[in-house]
């Protein structure tokens, strides 16, 4: 079965404390890897799209990577408005028919000043 | 902004009742998705459409159904509401849905149903 896994799930941080997150993932027929930013009560919003292994996306202070089994999300020198919950998603091959993604629960990250 | 909308914004109804949620996708995109995100469950994938047509279903309660208009626009129909439907519901829209492309998925802002 598809799974994908998000750990941890809450992370405090002082601001400027570097950090990274994790997402690891059981899929057969992977097609990307999403990582996003949720605000309490709002939608997604989308930061990177991975594809293949050793590949890296940068956007201000994130970074994400992939390897053939987990992609992790580095927060350099954080600040408070990078508080927010993170969501890993992974895009499956569904036959033909769809590109669905499978979502992680998530990392709820809060910056503190 | 995603580009992506979604109406309205909140529900409040009584179980038992039948609710239809509306999206609109971003200009040029062709496929529609609708997630569920509850408390317990996270973000979970009920169904895709693509220029029209059904693609494919997550899990998706029979009590619900959805359509995609010739506009492209689309509605999640959500009928005999009981107390667990209770949840956000997203829907999300991209380029093209060809075998096998890649296709970032864009958010709308929601709508949060409260069933009482």
């Known amino acids: 079965e598809d799974q994908v896994t998000q750990s941890p799930e809450a992370l405090r941080l002082q601001e400027g404390e570097s950090s990274s997150l994790n997402c690891s993932y059981t899929v057969s027929g992977l097609r990307g890897l999403f990582w996003y930013r949720q605000d309490p009560g709002k939608g997604p919003e989308f930061l990177f799209t991975?594809?293949?292994a050793g590949e890296e996306k940068e956007k201000e202070r994130l970074k994400a990577t992939l390897t053939k089994k987990e992609s992790f999300l580095h927060i350099t020198a954080p600040k408070p408005e990078d508080s927010a919950t993170y969501l890993c998603a992974v895009q499956v091959f569904g036959g033909g028919a769809t590109n669905k993604l499978i979502f992680g629960t998530g990392t709820l990250l809060a910056v503190q000043p | 902004d995603s580009g992506v909308t979604q109406t309205p914004k909140h529900l409040i109804t009584a179980t038992g009742q039948r609710v239809t949620l509306r999206c609109s996708p971003r200009s040029g995109d062709l496929s529609v998705y609708w997630y569920q995100q509850s408390l317990d469950q996270g973000l979970q994938f009920l169904i895709h459409?693509?220029?029209?047509?059904?693609?494919a279903k997550g899990n998706i309660l029979e009590r619900f159904s959805a359509q995609q208009f010739p506009d492209l626009h689309s509605e999640l129909n959500l009928s005999s509401l009981e107390l667990g439907d209770s949840a956000l519901y997203f829907c999300?829209?991209?380029?093209?849905?060809?075998?096998?492309?890649?296709?970032?998925?864009?958010f709308g802002p929601g709508t949060r149903l409260t069933v009482l």
């Open positions: 459409y693509y220029n029209g047509e059904e693609r």
């Open positions: 991975l594809y293949s």
């Open positions: 999300a829209s991209s380029v093209a849905q060809l075998a096998g492309s890649y296709n970032e998925q864009f």
